[in-house]
C-alpha cells in the first residue's frame, strides 16, 4: 500500500499537533489514509510523519485494484466519465439540500440547534440541545493508531471539566481551516465516491468473493435485508473514570454489553468514534452510518453529560444492532466481542485494511430478483429523494417547536405559575392579618391553593425531562439518520446518470457493449440496495414514532391528570358556603 | 339655597359644552353644586347659565347650617382648626398611599391596567382588562338635572361605535385640565370634609332626627351594621336600545329587577352614575362606595361591549343591595322602585337636596354600645389602614399576575400547541407518502394527536374567559372597593388629630369643655361605624374570595382533566407494538 503524493499548495504545520511542513511539489509517501477529518498521515523524504491537509496534495500511485483510492489512473477509466461524474458529485453529493448549508458536518445528532429559529442560547442549562454543535467533534479522529490506547483528546482530562480538553480538541479541528470542514464530506465521507463517483464499482473488473455476499430477498414490503432470526442487541452502562499516566490523565470507559454473549466489554468515546469512521468508510455509501453524539463542547456537570452522552451513545448501538448488515459485519462483532486487548488490536488492524469499503460495498450485495428497468430506478431514487427531503423538514420541524416548547415550559410558565401561586399566598397572609372572626377557613384553603399553583409550576419546569426529551431525542437521531441520505442518494444518481450515458459512451467506444450491460445489471443491484435499506429504514421508523408517540403522549396524560388532582384537592380545602 | 360666588380666575367657555364664560372679581350665582366633576353650574348678572370650574371661585355665603358647604364662615368654627384640617386633608386624605399616585380617580373599578407592569395594550382585543381606563367616566355628570332625558353623551350615539360619542365625552373631562381632576377628590368627593373637615360634624350643634338614625349593635365579631332579615337582591339583564329625536339619538336602556316588589325598572348608564353620585355624597365618608364600571373608551364590539357593562352593573348592583345602610336608602329605594316618570323626577329633586351628606352621615348613626376611648379608636383605625393598604398590594399583585396570565393564555400559549399539533399533523403526512405498506396505522394517529393538540391550544386560548374572568374581576371589584379606604380612613384620622388637639383648643378657649366631650364621643361614633363597615368588608371577602376561588379551582379542573382526556384517547389511537 505504498501511496505517493504530489503536493499541491505549500503548507506550514501548526507546532504540538502533530502536523507535517509540506512543500508545493515536494514528493511524500502516505503512510494512513484512514485519519479522518479532511487529514492524512504522510512522510516526507527526511523519513518526518505527520498530518497534511487531504486536499493539499494529489496521489499519484497506489498498489491495490478496486479500492478506495484517490487517483483513477489504475482503473482504465476514461477522463470524460470522471469528470462529469465530479462535477456530478459537487452539485448533487456536497449538498444537495440547501436548508442543511448551515451544518457543515451534513448529520451530526446535535447540530440542530444551529437552526436559526431554534436556537437561543443563554437559557441552555435546562435544555440539552440548546448549546451543543459548535464544531464537529468526530471529524478528527486521532494522528494514527499507535497511540490508541495513549492520546487523551478525545475524553476528558483530570485537570477537571471539559473546557480545556476541548479547546485543545477544537484546535485540532480548526487546522487548515475552512478546508478541513468540506473535506470532511466531499474526500472523506465516501472516498471510493468522492474523486471517482460509483463507476468505480459500475465498470469495476472484480467482484467481492462469495463469503462476504450480502442477499436482498423479496420480501412483502418489496425488496429486504436478510435478517437475523434474533435481533442482536447490547447495553451500553456503567460509565466509569479511568486515568493513566499515573492519574494525569482521565477518560471515561462504557461497559457495553451484547445480547448474544452477555460479556461485557469496555470501550471509550474515541472507540466508538473509530468504530463509526470504519463503518462510514465500509457503508456509508449504502447505508446512511448516523453520527456519533457530539463530543462535549463547553463545560456541564460532568455527570449529567455522562448520562447523557450514554443514553446517546446507547441510542447509536441500539441503531447499529438493529441493523441486520452493520451488525453482522466483522468490525461491528469485534467492537461487541473481543476478548483481550491483542484480539482487539489485531482486529483493529485487520478492519482499518479492509478494501470493501465506499461504493465497492455494492459488489458484495446479491439481490435475489431480476434486474431492474433503469427506468424504475430512477423513480424509486426520486421517490426516496423526495420523501427523505420531506421528512427531513418535518422532523426539523418539530425539533424547532419542540424547543421553543421546551424553553417556555422551563423558563416562563413555571415563574408564571409560581408567581400565581405567590400571589394567592400572599393574599391570603394579608387575610389572616384582618383580626376578623372565622378568617383561617378562607386562608388555609387560599394558601393551600397557592402552594398548588407553585408546585404545577414545579412540574411543569420538570416536566420535559419526562417527555418531550425522548420526542426531541427521537427526532434528533432521524435528523441525524436523514443527514446521511444525500450523500447516500447522491451516489445513487450519479449511478444513474452514468448508465444513462451507456450508449452515448458504446457510440464514441468509451467502454464496450459488455461494460453497458455490466453497468445496468450494477445499478439495479445499487437499487435493490437503495430499497432494502428504504424498507428498513420505514419499518423501524415506524416502530420508533409509534413507541415515542406513546411514551410521550402517556407522560402528558399523567401530567395534566396530576395537576387536575392536585387542584382538585386545592379546591376540596373550601368550605361551601 | 342661593350662594353667591367671587370669580377667582378668567375662565373661557369651550363652546358647545355648556360652559359658562366667567371673569376674575365677578360675582356669580352658584345654581347647581352637585354637578361633580370638579364643576358647579352657575348663573353670572346677565342671567346666563353654564358650568364652571369649582376651584375658580370663592362661594362668598350660604342659608344652610350644618349642610354641605364650601364656606365655613356660618359656622363659628376657628380658623386655627379648620386651616389645619385642610393641611391634613391634604396630606392624609388625598393620597395616602403612594402606590396610588398613578390613579388620580382614587378607584376606578377599571384602572388597573395604569400598573406599569401589567400593561401591555395591542393584544387587548381578547382582554377585558387590557385597554380600559383611560379617563375617569363619572367625573363629568352631566349640565345640569333638567335635561334628565335627552342629553346623549354618555350613552352612545345613533351614528355608531363609541368613538365618537367618546371624544365628546373626554372633552367635557378635560376641561380645566389637571384641576377637575384632582378636584374630584379633595372637593366633589366630600365636600363636607374637603374643605372643612370632620370638625363640621364633630361640633355640629344639631344633630339628624330620630327617623333616619342607623343602629350599630355589637355582634359576634364586634360592631355591626343592623341587617335586614332578607337581603334585597335585583337583576340586571335585558339591555334595549332606545333612540329619540326621530332615531338621531341612541342609548341602552338596563332593566332592573329587585327581589322584593319583582317589578323591573328602566335604566340608563346616567342613571347609575346618578346614583352613584348621590350615594357618593351621601354615604362616601363612612362607607366606601365603589366607582361604576367605565364607560367605554375605544370601539370593541357593540355586544361585547354591553354585555360587560352589564354584568359590572350587576356586580355593582349586587355590592349596594348587599349592603344594610345602602339598601336601606331612600334614593336607592327609589332608583330600584319608583313607579314612573313623574315619581323618578321627583324623587330625584328630593334626594338632590337631601342634607345629610359628607361627614354628616355620622350625625345619623347611633351605636348601642359604651363610647370607645380615643386610643382604641386611634389604634382601630391604624390596624384596617395597614390592613386595607396591605389588601390593596395584593389584590394588584393578583391582577398583574392574572393579566399577564390571560395574554399568554390567549397569545403564545395557544399557539405554541398549535404548532406542535400542525407539526406532528405535518410529519404524519410525509409519512403518509412514504409508499410503505401499513403505515396508516402509524399517521392515523399521529394525525389524531396532532388534532388534539390543536384543539389544546384553542382550550388554553379560551379558558381565562371560564375562570381567570371571574378572578380578575372579583379581584379588580376589590380593588375599587379598596381605593375607596383612604378617603374614609382620611376623614377618621382627621376627626382623631382633631379630638387630640381638644384640651390645647379647650385651654386656649377655642372651644368650650362640653365641645371637648362632644368631640370625644362622635368620634367613638365614627370608629364603632368604621369597625362594622370593616366588619361588613370583611364578611363579604370571605364570602367572595371563597366562592371566587371554588369557582376558579373547579373550572381548573375540569379544564386540566378535559386536556387529559383528549391526549388518552389521542394515545388510544396508537396500536401497541
Redo the contacts between chains.
Keep these: 500500500m505504498a501511496l505517493k503524493a504530489q503536493v499541491l499548495y505549500d503548507f506550514t504545520a501548526e507546532p504540538g499537533n502533530n502536523e507535517l511542513t509540506v512543500k508545493e511539489g515536494e514528493t511524500i509517501t502516505v503512510t494512513n489514509q484512514n485519519i479522518g477529518g479532511g487529514w492524512i498521515e504522510a512522510q516526507n523524504s527526511r523519513g518526518e510523519v505527520g498530518l497534511v491537509p487531504e486536499d493539499y496534495i494529489e496521489v499519484s500511485s497506489t498498489d491495490a485494484q478496486c479500492m478506495v483510492v484517490i487517483s483513477p489512473q489504475t482503473f482504465h477509466i476514461p477522463h470524460s466519465i470522471l469528470n462529469e461524474a465530479t462535477e456530478t458529485d459537487a452539485s448533487n453529493g456536497n449538498d444537495p439540500w440547501s436548508v442543511w448549508n448551515a451544518d457543515p458536518s451534513g448529520g451530526s445528532n446535535n447540530n440542530w440547534a444551529s437552526n436559526p429559529e431554534g436556537t437561543q442560547t443563554g437559557k441552555a442549562a435546562a435544555d440539552p440541545w440548546g448549546s451543543v454543535a459548535q464544531g464537529h467533534p468526530q471529524a478528527y479522529q486521532g494522528p494514527g493508531e499507535d497511540d490508541e490506547w495513549d492520546d487523551e483528546w478525545d475524553d476528558m482530562k483530570s485537570t477537571g471539566g471539559y473546557a480545556e480538553s476541548e479547546s485543545g480538541d477544537g484546535g485540532a479541528m480548526q487546522r487548515g481551516g475552512a478546508h478541513a470542514t468540506s473535506m470532511k464530506i466531499s474526500l472523506n465521507k465516501f472516498p471510493g465516491f468522492s474523486k471517482s463517483g460509483p463507476e468505480l464499482y459500475l465498470l469495476c473488473k472484480q467482484l467481492a468473493k462469495g463469503k462476504d455476499k450480502l442477499p436482498i430477498y423479496m420480501g ?2 418489496g425488496p429486504v435485508w436478510s435478517y437475523p432470526e434474533t435481533q442482536l442487541d447490547c447495553v451500553v452502562a456503567d460509565p466509569k473514570k479511568g486515568s493513566k499516566m499515573y492519574g494525569l490523565k482521565s477518560y471515561i470507559e462504557y461497559q457495553i454489553t451484547p445480547s448474544t454473549t452477555n460479556r461485557p466489554v469496555n470501550h471509550r468515546y474515541k472507540h466508538f468514534d473509530w468504530l463509526y469512521e470504519r463503518l462510514l468508510d465500509k457503508f456509508g455509501s449504502a447505508i446512511p452510518i448516523p453520527s456519533l453524539p457530539d463530543k462535549q463542547v463547553t463545560g456541564r456537570f460532568e455527570e449529567e453529560f455522562i448520562k447523557m452522552r450514554m443514553e446517546r451513545l446507547q441510542g447509536w448501538m441500539t441503531r447499529m444492532c438493529r441493523h441486520p448488515v452493520v451488525s453482522s459485519s466483522e468490525v461491528f462483532q469485534l467492537f461487541l466481542t473481543y476478548k483481550d486487548e491483542k484480539d482487539w488490536k489485531m482486529g483493529k488492524r485487520k478492519a482499518e485494511k479492509d478494501e470493501t469499503v465506499g461504493v465497492m460495498i455494492f459488489s458484495t450485495i446479491e439481490p435475489e430478483a431480476p434486474d431492474l428497468d433503469p427506468v424504475e430506478v430512477e423513480q424509486k431514487c426520486e ?1 426516496f429523494s ?2 427523505t427531503k ?2 427531513d ?3 426539523k ?2 425539533l424547532t ?2 424547543h ?2 421546551w424553553k ?1 415550559c422551563t423558563g ?2 413555571p415563574k ?1 405559575y409560581q ?2 401561586g ?3 399566598q ?2 391570603s397572609s ?2 389572616n ?7 383561617s ?2 386562608t388555609d ?2 394558601t393551600e ?1 397557592g402552594k398548588t399553583y407553585e408546585e404545577i409550576g414545579q412540574m411543569f419546569a420538570e416536566q420535559p425531562k419526562k417527555d418531550l426529551h425522548f420526542l426531541m431525542e427521537t427526532n434528533n437521531e432521524y435528523k441525524g439518520l436523514l443527514g446521511c441520505f444525500p450523500d447516500t442518494i447522491g451516489v445513487h444518481k450519479a449511478a444513474i446518470d452514468k448508465v444513462k450515458e451507456a450508449d452515448k459512451l458504446v457510440a464514441t467506444s468509451k467502454i464496450t457493449p459488455q461494460d453497458k450491460v455490466t453497468m445496468a445489471k450494477r445499478v439495479s443491484t445499487m437499487s435493490y440496495t437503495l430499497q432494502a435499506e428504504m ?1 428498513h429504514f ?2 423501524n ?3 420508533d ?3 415515542v ?2 411514551l410521550y ?2 407522560e ?2 399523567k401530567f ?2 396530576t ?2 388532582a392536585k ?2 384537592q ?2 376540596g380545602q ?4
Design positions: 412483502e414490503v421517490q423526495r420523501f420531506a421528512m423538514d418535518g422532523v420541524e418539530i417547536v419542540g421553543e416548547h417556555r416562563p410558565l408564571e408567581r400565581i405567590k400571589a394567592f400572599n393574599l394579608v387575610f392579618s384582618s383580626g376578623y372572626q372565622g378568617e377557613t378562607l384553603a387560599m391553593a424498507n420505514h419499518s421508523r415506524i416502530y414514532y409509534n413507541r408517540m406513546q403522549l402517556e402528558q396524560v395534566y391528570e395537576i387536575a387542584l382538585r386545592a379546591h373550601f368550605t361551601t358556603m
